[in-house]
């Protein structure tokens, strides 16, 4: 007989195994990538809700309305991401060092698709969820997406690449997911830093 704490690893695996299956794996990757995206938000707050050295007063609350956008904000993105995994590895069936040529074009179709797709659906779609017009999303858009897109090609073509080369279809979204706490809470730092106190009193003087 094993001792308890195998059998206890065993037993967790053997109940999270259908979470990673059929219609499931959709609710999972769904979920998952709300849960991991008001995460990065969370950390991103707790960081700005630190006082400066000397200063009075308690800090600013947390915002929960904010993180709840960014937690509907991911699980929109987890459909996506579901279905473009899905279609990449039927595209590019390719796994191991064997393949690398192959798992090469996949992280560039990544890059050059994906990547550019979900920057543009974050800000439209934060936009839309804080009430912003169109045109001021569009115009964030503009501000923004460059030095997102930047960012994107110094962490995920790296990242990427040992997804394609080891992780299995069924676990690619949730691998992305435990790689993105960081990259979500730049993500929640970009959208919001303009309305950080110390980026107000900066605009209200050049204006």
Not at 168 to 176: D, F, G, L, N
């Amino acid at each position: 007989m094993p001792p308890p704490g195998p059998r206890v690893v065993v037993g967790l695996l053997a109940a999270w195994r259908p979470l990673f299956r059929g219609r499931l794996l959709l609710v999972t990757n769904t979920l998952s990538c709300g849960t991991l995206m008001a995460a990065g938000d969370a950390v991103r707050q707790a960081w700005e809700r630190r006082l400066p050295e000397g200063a009075a007063g308690p800090p600013q609350p947390m915002d929960l309305r904010r993180t709840a956008r960014m937690f509907a904000m991911g699980c929109s993105m987890g459909p996506f991401l579901h279905y473009w995994y899905q279609w990449l590895d039927r595209l590019f069936p390719a796994m191991g060092f064997k393949d690398i040529r192959t798992i090469l074009k996949k992280v560039l179709v990544d890059q050059l698709v994906a990547s550019p797709l979900l920057g543009v659906w974050y800000f439209l779609g934060m936009g839309c969820l804080e009430g912003q017009s169109l045109d001021t999303s569009c115009q964030e858009l503009q501000d923004k997406f460059w030095e997102f897109y930047k960012a994107d090609w110094c962490v995920w073509p790296a990242a990427q690449l040992v997804n394609f080369l080891y992780v299995p279809t069924s676990y690619r979204v949730m691998y992305v997911n435990g790689m993105t706490l960081g990259w979500d809470t730049y993500l929640s730092y970009l959208k919001h830093r303009d309305h950080l106190p110390g980026r107000l009193g900066i605009a209200s003087h050049t204006d």
